[in-house]
């Protein structure tokens, strides 16, 4: 059976994303994945090297995705699927290019976990990110901010003479452009995965890369990877080297055998095959491997405490099982990145397939052997020889063919960056047709030197701070929506105090108010003084609802800057001012989980502790509550002894 390309439509229960949060994320990533400096005491030289390499500062110029909320309805995905007679893979160029599903058609399994809905939930960097199946993680520490984003796709020919689909964007996080190449040779019961990473600029770059697989896990499970020690990460903000399998009385490479969610890198030693497998109780399962590039092998565990359960839950519909993931990437653990020299890229080839081991052997109680005969049964499925060969035939004959029938767009910014910086992008065109609204500002900044004016009133556009736009920015002509975004450039750029200038500057001649305001407030609130900060919000609250007059254009922000003003009116004590926020607030805002988690903050401040309990007790679901957040359980102690009702209990690590 040849291999053949088609779409076709996938239809899920869905969450609507939502729109972008019109506000500028000016404030630092999370802490959720950052180590303790203490914690870096005592790791390799060139770990700590590369931990320490160009961490991201801010999401900038990314915005965040924070519009979605938990009602599901029926949706139409568009899908790419691919089969020959081993495998059927789908693919969603729409969603960040996830592999949705991968089912091996001799025995009809489902070799991924396969989400059966889709439910945005906040684990990305930019917020809005989906479970399951394969997804392709570029930029920095997290899950990518394009996971939720469409991706350009096209037909491309296979380096066996066969078709494959090549997806490729510009991750504006680090301004560099990648591909990823999927194909299935005839005859072949392993799907092919060639990436390319390249930085066009003439400065070194921080590349950062994990591909990371969604498995269907039970008690049976058991992740296999070449290595007899791991790093470990419990969400405490430590990592410290631990044995494979056995740590704390426990074999971990059963996902389930741990309580938390946990983090275990292990450590495969230069020279070896790198691979990693989860296989069930009888020894069958998915298999990964590469080319040596890609070296580090990871196992992600929810754990099978009650946290963790509560996550998996929330990601999904009742009743769809768990999961965990086995992941590959660039360095040896997820908090390093990789320096990319300029006008260099990073290429590897990564082989998904199905696997079958000897379950006794796999499942007793001697590792080396169970290594092993996982190790002997992956050569006999997919020799190492011809994963080189698939590799030196890809990057020869494929990496560079230009694509052929359009399946997808993606979005125009690559098409900016080409443009102005003239790039020669050989296999990954980035056409001026891709252009669009956001980008046509710019575009004219680029060509004329003045960032055009809005035609209607909106809040502003997206702003770029890479260091040739902020070039731009500084020397075109200063109006205030241009004081605006050549302030936020310079707020990524580290310069503070430049910064709240521009934004004073744009300040006395700006017809709308707000934005700059908004901007001065975070200032105010990350500098240590929240009274300050809780005026600026307040202002920039009455300023936005004089301008919006209850527009529907405008609720995105209204939702954004409310949620944000009524926080920092609690942050400075100031309960009547968080009450005046909320009752300005639109009905359909004030229903919504975040209004309703700040509503019982409010009663709390305003005395009523009763009331604020009732708010945890009807129910309330809070749809971006960020992965390690726990403002549920930190609020429920404020307003009771009782025990967190399971509903709210997400913690990820032992209760402080």
């Known amino acids: 059976m040849a291999t053949t390309v088609r779409r076709a439509p996938l239809t899920l229960p869905a ?49 965040i995705l924070d519009g979605y909320e938990r009602q599901r309805e029926q949706r139409e995905f568009e899908s790419i699927v691919i089969e020959n007679e081993h495998l059927r893979v789908v693919v969603l160029p729409g969603l960040g290019g996830r592999v949705h599903s991968l089912v091996h058609l001799p025995t009809g399994r489902e070799l991924l ?15 809005a990110w989906f479970s399951g199946g394969i997804e392709w993680n570029i930029g920095a520490t997290g899950h990518t901010a394009l996971a939720c984003a469409p991706l350009h796709a096209a037909l491309v ?105 946990a983090d275990f890198f292990y450590e495969v030693q230069g020279g070896d095959r790198p691979w990693i497998a989860a296989l069930d109780a009888d020894g069958r399962g998915l298999v990964q491997t590469s080319t040596a590039r890609l070296r580090g092998r990871k196992l992600f565990t929810w ?21 965990a993931e086995i992941q590959a990437g660039l360095a040896r653990t997820q908090w390093e990145h990789v320096r990319l020299d300029a006008g260099a890229e990073f290429s590897w080839l990564e082989a998904y397939g199905p696997l079958s081991a000897d379950a006794p052997v796999v499942h007793g109680g001697d590792w080396a052997a169970a290594r092993a005969e996982t190790g002997t049964a992956l050569a006999r499925a997919l020799p190492q020889e011809r994963v080189e060969a698939a590799y030196e035939a890809w990057r020869r004959d494929g990496a560079d063919r230009e694509p052929e029938e359009r399946l997808a767009a993606g979005s125009g910014w690559g098409a900016l960056e080409v443009l102005c910086g003239g790039f020669e992008l050989p296999g990954t065109p980035f056409p001026e047709s891709t252009l669009g609204e956001e980008q046509a500002p710019w575009a004219q900044l680029w060509r004329a030197g003045v960032f055009p004016a809005q035609r209607r009133a909106a809040p502003p556009g997206p702003s770029l701070v890479a260091a040739h736009w902020r070039d731009m920015l500084e020397t075109a002509p200063a109006d205030p929506l241009t004081e605006y975004h050549l302030g936020v450039a310079q707020w990524h750029a580290g310069d ?144 009771t002894d009782r025990p967190l009702p399971a509903r709210y209990e997400f913690r990820m690590r032992p209760p402080s």
């Open 113 to 127: 976990y396969r989400n059966p809905v889709f439910q945005p939930a906040n684990l990305a960097l930019n917020g």
């Open 15 to 63: 969450s609507a994303l939502g729109p972008e949060n019109p506000l500028p994320a000016l404030r630092a990533p999370d802490g959720v994945h950052v180590l303790d400096e203490r914690a870096r005491d005592g790791l390799p030289r060139d770990m700590a090297r590369q931990i320490g390499y160009e961490p991201l500062r801010s999401l900038l110029p990314v915005r």
């Open 157 to 261: 020919p296979a380096p066996d003479g066969g078709v494959m689909v090549r997806l490729w964007e510009w991750e504006r996080l680090r301004d560099l452009p990648f591909q990823v190449d999927l194909w299935l040779p005839a005859d072949s019961a392993f799907l092919y995965v060639g990436v390319r990473v390249r930085n066009p600029h003439e400065r070194p770059a921080p590349v950062y890369w994990w591909s990371n697989t969604a498995v269907p896990q039970d008690a049976g499970t058991r992740v296999l990877a070449p290595a007899d020690e791991a790093w470990h990460f419990g969400y405490e903000r430590s990592l410290r080297r631990v044995p494979v399998p056995h740590w704390e009385g426990a074999d971990r490479t059963y996902p389930l055998r741990g309580e938390y969610p």
């Open 303 to 323: 754990g099978a405490g009650a946290g963790g359960r509560r996550w998996q839950e929330w990601l999904t519909e009742p009743g769809s099982g768990g999961y």
């Open 496 to 639: 503070v105090a430049q910064a709240v200038r521009s934004w004073e500057r744009g300040l006395a001649l700006a017809p709308s108010r707000w934005p700059l305001l908004r901007c001065l407030a975070v200032a105010d609130a990350l500098a240590g003084d929240p009274g300050r900060a809780a005026d600026a919000y307040a202002e920039a609250f009455d300023d936005l609802l004089r301008e919006s007059r209850g527009s529907a254009d405008w609720q995105a922000a209204e939702c954004a800057l409310g949620r944000e003003a009524m926080a920092a009116q609690l942050a400075a004590g100031r309960p009547a001012a968080a009450r005046a926020v909320w009752d300005r607030l639109r009905p359909a805002l004030r229903d919504r989980g975040a209004f309703r988690l700040l509503a019982a903050r409010l009663l709390a401040a305003e005395g009523h502790v009763a009331a604020a309990r009732r708010v945890f007790e009807d129910g309330l679901d809070l749809p971006d509550l960020r992965e390690g957040d726990e403002t549920l359980a930190d609020v429920w102690s404020t307003l």
